[in-house]
């Protein structure tokens, strides 16, 4: 069992940054690969940034590449998420996600891979 909470969203204007943290509790967090993922009002979640269990992979949505950078820190148990020039566009609930599967790199982008989630943390962009 892994507990993931999210925290450091908020409101930010447009062209700024936010760096979202996920701390998790439990077992073996460096068995596992970590995902952030983004659902706004009236869509579907959708795939942000992932990174492999030793940070050596990592992996991006188009939508936010050379924008947001994810990283972790494994002695910490956690993972980051710094982003930069924020749109207004990436206004959205911001979860992270921990998998177990063996083929992370394979399947990163999927929702339906991730075993435990974290509560969302908002971030609103504003003009």
């Known amino acids: 069992q892994v507990q993931l909470v999210e925290s450091g969203g908020g409101l930010v204007q447009a062209g700024g940054s936010l760096r979202l943290s996920c701390a998790a509790s439990?077992?073996?967090?460096?068995?596992?690969?970590m995902g952030w993922f983004r659902q706004a009002p009236g869509k579907e979640r959708e795939f942000v940034q992932a990174?492999?269990?030793?940070?050596?992979?990592?992996y991006y949505a188009d939508s936010v590449k050379g924008r947001f950078t994810i990283s972790r820190d494994n002695p910490k148990n956690t993972v980051y998420l710094q982003m930069n020039s924020l749109k207004l566009e990436d206004t959205a609930v911001y979860y992270c996600?921990?998998?177990?599967?063996?083929?992370?790199?394979?399947?990163?982008?999927?929702?339906?891979?991730?075993?435990?989630w974290g509560q969302g943390t908002q971030v609103t962009v504003s003009s």
């Open positions: 996600a921990a998998s177990q599967s063996l083929r992370y790199y394979s399947t990163y982008n999927r929702p339906s891979s991730y075993e435990y």
């Open positions: 439990g077992r073996a967090f460096s068995m596992y690969g």
């Open positions: 990174i492999s269990r030793s940070g050596g992979s990592t």
